[in-house]
């Protein structure tokens, strides 16, 4: 017998399913169930598609057989079974880093936490909130050597040689003495029809069945006494829901069905089910979770969606199946047009799946937009969960970026809530047709008070307002809606008189010095010092040259995910306002050091209205404090 330590993060696991997660325990029932599916697929797909395993015989079904004298649950299964190596990897280890994410989002709400266990791929260790001990057998289809894995769930495990006869793997819990109600038929029957239902493969289970007793035909006599027999009866539907047609399934399968492939008790905010058979024939289920998977925003995120091919299942995980802002979505494809022994490179490269990718896009983008005219709660939901996962396709997806920019909700100048652009370009200059936005990483009520919008107020124009880190990247690249341009307000052009030209040249000479003392006072923290007619309350602002070839490089390079995060913007524009009463004082002043004190305040102020942080803030408030010590 070998003896083996677990890992440490699954140790972890173990003791958190002992000792914490236990308000939702049945889930147990399904995270097995789900596993011995997978099993029972991937050996499908091997028979199918491997000359090695073309001798194995394949005859799907998993048992579940409970003992009241032995205290004994055993759930059973028919698949690939497993060999020393898989044993180590699936259950003595975790190899997904994104099980580090599971124990990183545990939020202390056992329900809401129990929902994360099948989402990271640590489901078996479930059994252990009702076992105390836990027997798996399992011999690997092809191989001879069965083993057996055993655990306490006391941070050892041991793995021996045994005999099996057949593929498969079985799994024994010795439950907890107060864990009777899972050696319930009625209770697991329950179970599995609330999660299970449709796994494509048969479930049985052992079922007393009542023999009414046999009468005379006076119905006087008993001639036979009634008695209990035992049947053992498929529980399941193992009708591959998705194939089946939408009319012949209620809410509640669609929502069962859900649970099983989501590994979420939640139910899902919305589907959708479309089959479509004309010249690529394929079938998709696609769920929409109620909330964002944990893992939304890792690089290392698992992939929501299952790839049949004529009901055989191909994989779960390939993340080309659907691009990656859509990877909230949890469902299925079947395509009957694909080959068995598809590989991930002929995926990324198949016209078929190429075409089944892009309808399946434009219909999930379709209704989403439905949800927005008819179900503005439900989308509001949606929006908060996967706004900024959705946005990303503005950035990739060109085919379909303005569809998706009539699925985003705005922010702008003039109002309270948000507002989606096709609303907006309702009040927009026909003449000029341009859509003005500011982006930035701040506090909403701090962009919207930005030193660049006070023109646009003055002349009441709106503006869209976007506070969302992503939407620095994002919005550069997005530079029309149908007949629409959008135009940051840094680049927007105001109609000017030849008259008023004219003064601000004139203003603009008289400033000359103070410009080239705040220069002199600034250096190389700023590419130049200009006058500006944008500012109206304001006394100063900075904006980036965007013919600037540093500005250039450094958004192509966090463009492409590249270059140092924390590098420095390149060195801004620093705007004065030559009608502001500070700068008017500053200009006839001959005190140098409140000049060099006051161009190093005013710019780190610029700074801060721009969301950025002070790289010296000590410097600041010793500036700050003293210009406030003259001005007293």
Known sequence: MAKHQFQTEANQILHLMIHSLYSNKEIFIRELVSNASDALDKLNMLVLTDEKYKDVTFSPRIDIVANKEAKTLTIKDSGIGMNEEDLMNNLGTIAKSGTKAFLENLSGDQKEDSNLIGQFGVGFYACFMVADKVE??????????????????????????????????????????????????????????????????????DKEKHIAAVMDDEGKEELEASRTEIENEQINKANALWTMAKKDVTNDEYKDFYSSIAHSSEEPLAWMHNKSEGAVEYTTLFYIPSKAPMDLFRVDYQTGIKLYINRVFITDDEKELMPTYLRFLRGVIDSKDLPLNVSREILQSNPTMDKIKKTSVKKVLSELGKMVKKDKEKYDTFYSEFGNVLKEGLYNDFDNREKILELMQFNTLNSDSTVMIEDFVKNIDEEKKEIYYITGKAVLSMLKSSPALERFKAKGIDVLVLNEEVDTIIFPMVTDYKEYKLVAVADAKFEESEEEKKAEEEVAKTYEGLAKEFKDALGDAVKSVETTADLIDSPVAIKIDKEDPSYMMAQMMKQMGQGDPNAPEPAPIFQINPNHELLMKLKDSADLNLINDAAHVLLDQAKLFDGQELSDTADFISRLNRIMSKAL
């Open 136 to 205: 798996v057998t399992t011999k690997k289809a092809g191989e001879d050597q069965a083993l057996v894995w055993k655990s306490a769930g006391d941070g050892e495990f041991d793995i021996e040689n045994t005999t099996q006869d057949g593929h498969g793997t079985t799994i024994v819990m010795h439950l907890k003495d107060d864990e009777d109600e899972f050696l319930e038929v009625h209770r697991i029957d329950s179970i599995v029809k609330k999660y299970s239902n449709h796994i494509p493969f048969p479930i049985f289970m």
